[in-house]
């Protein structure tokens, strides 16, 4: 193996203001931290009740507005509460069973806060009897927000639920289905988070040895994660959250804290194992790897906040809780750590339980404890990969490229929908019931479309209008029109059912042709279908301005970060790249079901609209986590000896276990949320495990060499305007050291030709 080149050690003690201000008072900024984080769990508590479940749709859209209009005008016509009443082989038409069916609608009809009650046996409607003639449905509506209707179905369902005479009784219908989901997904994140945490537990053992320097890591995420409850908390009183929001909150509460303090406690350690006193190691650790760290946080931000921009409070509760913990895990890591780190001293190598399995090196005198490990053998296996991957660019970058994009091309095969009850597991009451409604109904129960009125017409015209649209293809049924008139408005509704599938491509080609059709009045559709053509509509309308965001600031910061021109368009089409073989997954795995019944989840042949966007935002922030935390060290060692190809491999070498060890850890977080048995937090959880595993196991480890070796020193030119603004406002690792004098070409940073005199690196 080639030797590894000798660097300039940084000079300076760790002076600057932030170090100063974070090692002043450790034992005052840690009591502070515990009464903040005490304080956090009484401003968090309870906030999963403040949160909704629903959030997919677009609030300014068509659909939307006829929703808001009918459950105001004709709250009958919206039900969200459904009891199916099953009366075994007497059936629904048995005199007893009839009399039963009318008094529990009367009782449901005489209960504050719902309206529109309607029944089988009260309008002898075959929608609501079902083809065996053995159920039938009352269907109602509760009216309020998410929080108030679901306060009156608990009061409501545990008297309506189970036997009454001769029928059984079971609650379902959207709002049930909606609350029966928040409540698993709150089961389950307990769940998942007494998975996560003694598993990462042993894993930052592993990684560390010690299991105070392991500790360590789970402390900051903790505090990561109760300080965003309490966000979410406060704003819950502004605007809806979702309640999907609270497994990002765990995952990178987790994820990033342990990265981001895996990154600074190795740092710590090393430069002890150099020979620093621990405050000098703070300071440099804070200088160095403390600057990566904040730099990482604000690319990850970024990238989530490109959520904000869609109109879903589904997307749009993610940024909240993703903005909130990137940046409290980050404040953690910068403020809490070193102050730890500063009174631990040596100490953070006690209990170092590696000696339980092997014998330790005999360490040299001098060497602080904990410092057994062999400096010039740690990482060689990544230094020999770099050269390997290096020796064989071409291949390694052709083969890697072509690979992941095998992986991705399902995805070409996408079809979109909408969330529905088979979220659920099918054991779920309110699962049980659409399942029956869906299979035992004639119809498309919950999937018919509504065509709302507006405006002065005669009864001819209202017919005439019926004629057509029942004269649309694809158009099964249509009833009505059921008209009022309230302050003044003339309005009425036409209930229209699709052929096929109730949000197939002939359902949403259905909702473009009703638009499209004139009427002697204003027209509002909405429906299953429509809220799925606007949900697509606005995401396709606002995505272009999300990506425009993620790409050109994560451009921006890593030229800050390197001051190359080359590197931020290789990070963001390697980011891309290190994405395929999730959205393959996703489509592969959830849309067209296989390994369903391993994963125990119903495929629908659909993926939800809102969730390939999460899941792109979310797992390229998490990828360029991992791309700074590389390129940071290969920058760091490029500026002190300009040796190109020796920089990528001493990089590599720093940086690759760590980075597999974070991988690793944020996919055992990712997999516990993913054991969710709600689908879409399924998908979620499993699919970004798998994009970070790809990243730090394919792309860091083979593409980014291989794409860098080809590109060759011409990686880190800028043009001299660009270099003077980095060298003004750039950002590095290396902090206050020397630039090694090497040959070098013009304008690539750290390289010094004849022409240039060394300079520092790193001021900001």
Avoid at 339 to 354: C, F, K, T
Wanted: some cysteine; charged content about 20%.
């Amino acid at each position: 193996m080639e030797a590894e080149v000798k660097k300039a050690q940084p000079t300076g003690g760790g002076g600057g203001a932030w170090t100063r201000f974070v090692t002043a008072r450790p034992r005052l900024t840690l009591l502070v931290a515990l009464v903040l984080t005490a304080l956090a769990v009484l401003a968090g508590g309870g906030v999963a009740d403040r949160m909704g479940s629903g959030g997919w749709e677009d609030p300014d859209a068509e659909s939307t507005y006829a929703i808001e209009v009918l459950e105001r005008e004709f709250p009958g016509s919206q039900p969200n509460l459904l009891l199916l009443v099953d009366a075994g082989p007497a059936g629904v038409d048995d005199p007893a069973v009839a009399a039963e069916g009318r008094r529990l609608a009367e009782r449901l009809d005489a209960r504050d806060g719902v309206d529109g009650v309607g029944s089988y046996w009260r309008t002898g409607s075959p929608a609501l009897r079902s083809k065996d003639g053995r159920q039938a449905v009352i269907a109602a509506r509760i009216a309020g927000d998410e929080k108030a209707a679901g306060e009156v179905l608990q009061r409501l369902a545990p008297e309506f639920r189970g036997g009454h005479g001769p029928v059984e009784v079971s609650v379902g219908g959207p709002l049930a289905v909606r609350h029966e989901m928040q409540t698993i997904i709150q089961e389950d994140l307990v769940r998942a988070e007494l998975i996560a945490l003694p598993i990462t537990l042993v894993l930052l053992v592993m990684v560390f040895g010690s299991a105070v320097a392991a500790l360590l890591p789970l402390g900051i995420g903790i505090v990561a994660i109760l300080g965003t409850n309490a966000v979410l908390r406060g704003i819950t009183e502004f605007t809806d959250v979702s309640v999907f929001a609270q497994n990002l909150t765990t995952a990178l509460g987790l994820g990033l804290a342990i990265d981001y303090a895996l990154f600074v406690v190795r740092r710590f350690r090393e430069e002890l194992t150099a020979g620093a006193d621990p405050r000098t190691a703070v300071g440099t650790t804070l200088r160095t790897a403390g600057r990566t760290v904040l730099f990482s946080a604000l690319t990850v931000a970024v990238s989530l906040a490109a959520m904000l921009v869609f109109p879903q409070y589904f997307l749009r509760s993610f940024a909240y809780a993703g903005i909130a913990v990137v940046l409290l895990a980050a404040a953690a890591a910068l403020i809490l750590l070193p102050a730890a780190l500063l009174l631990l001293g040596d100490r953070v190598n006690a209990l170092d339980l590696r000696t339980l399995l092997r014998p330790r090196r005999k360490g040299r005198a001098g060497d602080p404890v904990g410092a057994e490990t062999d400096d010039v053998s740690e990482g060689a296996g990544w230094a020999r990969t770099a050269g390997l991957v290096m020796r064989r660019a071409p291949w390694f970058a052709v083969a890697t490229a072509a690979g992941l994009v095998l992986l991705g091309l399902p995805f070409l095969g996408v079809k979109f929908g909408t969330a529905d009850d088979r979220q659920l597991p099918a054991v779920a009451e309110s699962r049980v019931v659409q399942d029956e409604l869906r299979d035992g109904f004639p119809g498309s129960p919950g999937g018919a479309l509504t065509v709302l009125a507006e405006g002065p017409a005669t009864p001819a015209q209202y017919a005439a209008y019926r004629e057509r649209i029942e004269a649309l293809d694809g158009v099964a049924r249509v009833d009505g029109p059921v008209a009022a008139g309230t302050g003044g408005r003339t309005l009425a509704y036409y209930t229209v059912v699709p052929e096929g599938e109730s949000v197939g491509a002939g359902a949403q080609r259905v909702v473009g042709e009703l638009r499209a059709e004139k009427a002697p009045f204003d027209t509002a559709v909405t429906g299953a279908a429509a809220v799925l053509v606007d949900s697509k509509d606005a995401i396709g309308e606002r995505l272009p301005w999300a990506a425009a965001i993620i790409v050109v600031v994560t451009l921006v910061l890593v030229f800050l970060l390197t001051g190359s021109v080359l590197i931020p368009l290789q990070a963001v089409v390697l980011n891309a790249l290190s994405l395929t073989a999730m959205f393959g997954a996703v489509v592969w795995v959830f849309q067209e079901g296989h390994l369903s019944g391993l994963l125990g989840f119903t495929a629908t042949g659909d993926i939800e609209t809102t969730l390939p966007v999460l899941m792109f935002c979310v797992a390229f922030g998490l990828s360029m986590d991992y791309g700074v935390f590389l390129l940071s060290r290969i920058k760091e060692e490029y500026d002190a000896t300009g040796d190109h190809e020796g920089a990528v491999r001493h990089g590599l070498r720093r940086t690759g276990g760590l980075i597999t060890a974070a991988a690793v850890i944020l996919a055992v977080v990712m997999v516990a949320i993913g054991t969710s048995r709600v689908t879409n937090t399924k998908m979620l959880g499993l699919g970004v495990a798998l994009a970070v595993l790809m990243d730090a196991m394919v792309v860091r480890s083979l593409l980014v060499p291989s794409v860098m070796k080809l590109t060759g020193r011409l990686t880190w030119w800028a043009p001299g305007p660009l270099r003077r603004l980095h060298g003004r406002f750039g950002i590095s690792e290396g902090g206050e050291r020397p630039t090694a004098t090497a040959p070098g070409i013009a304008g690539a940073p750290g390289a010094a030709g004849p022409d240039r005199v060394p300079e520092k690196v790193g001021q900001v």
